[in-house]
């Protein structure tokens, strides 16, 4: 009985931290950065909604990190909480699937760079990179990763927003705002070339 309100104090501090674990640790950072530059590369800045890419977010960090989170089940929550592992082992036991898949998406000269920033000797091994540097330096990399496909992303926007200008000017109709037609133009070439799909596809894809 004495270790229940244990648990439950660790249980809620874990709750209170999952947002922050959740960005810092999983994929989800890479997909809402991505889901953001591209309705910023649209000229839409409030659609769709926060609510509406946050949701969508949560669901693709579910597809892409559920072999992680199937693994920790299986080596770690399940028998800690049949009885059959202590919470030191369940921890240590739960972060090394989440572990590889951090290791698997960061550079190496990242996990470099944020040993040098934290004045500690570079790791020799994998399992020798701590947690702190390896979170700090996953991050970097998947803000690394989302830049990358943002930009690709943004070029056929861009496209659109120069031709869409050259054409006005060369009309004389330089009083006329370029978004007022390039808008409705990309909203148009995204729903044709079935724009979700193609970057849910190479989103998920990434992570592989």
């Not at 648990?7 to 640790?25: D, E, F, K, M, S």
């Not at 659109?160 to 000017?169: A, K, Q």
């Amino acid at each position: 009985m004495s270790g229940s309100p244990i648990q439950i104090v660790l249980g809620l501090t874990l709750l209170a931290a999952l947002p922050a674990l959740l960005v810092c640790l999983t994929s989800f950072l890479r997909i809402i950065v991505v889901l953001s530059m591209l309705r910023h590369a649209i000229g839409l800045p409030e659609t769709p909604p926060n609510v509406v890419l946050i949701g969508m977010a949560l669901l693709l960090t579910g597809f892409t990190m559920s072999p992680v989170l199937e693994r920790v089940h299986d080596d770690a929550l399940r028998p800690y909480l049949a009885g059959k592992m202590e919470g030191t082992v369940a921890l240590d036991k739960g972060l090394q699937p989440l572990r590889g898949f951090m290791l698997k998406q960061t550079r190496e000269a990242d996990i470099f760079m944020m040993a040098d920033l934290a004045k500690r000797p570079r790791p020799a091994t994998e399992a020798d990179v701590p947690m702190t540097q390896l979170a700090a330096a996953f991050m970097v990399s998947e803000l690394r990763a989302a830049f990358q496909i943002g930009f690709v992303v943004f070029l056929p926007f861009l496209l659109i927003d120069l031709l869409v200008s050259s054409i006005l000017m060369a009309l004389g109709m330089m009083m006329m705002p370029p978004v007022t037609i390039a808008m409705p133009l990309k909203i148009l070439m995204f729903v044709l070339v079935d724009g979700w799909g193609l970057l849910l596809r190479a989103l998920i894809g990434s992570f592989h």
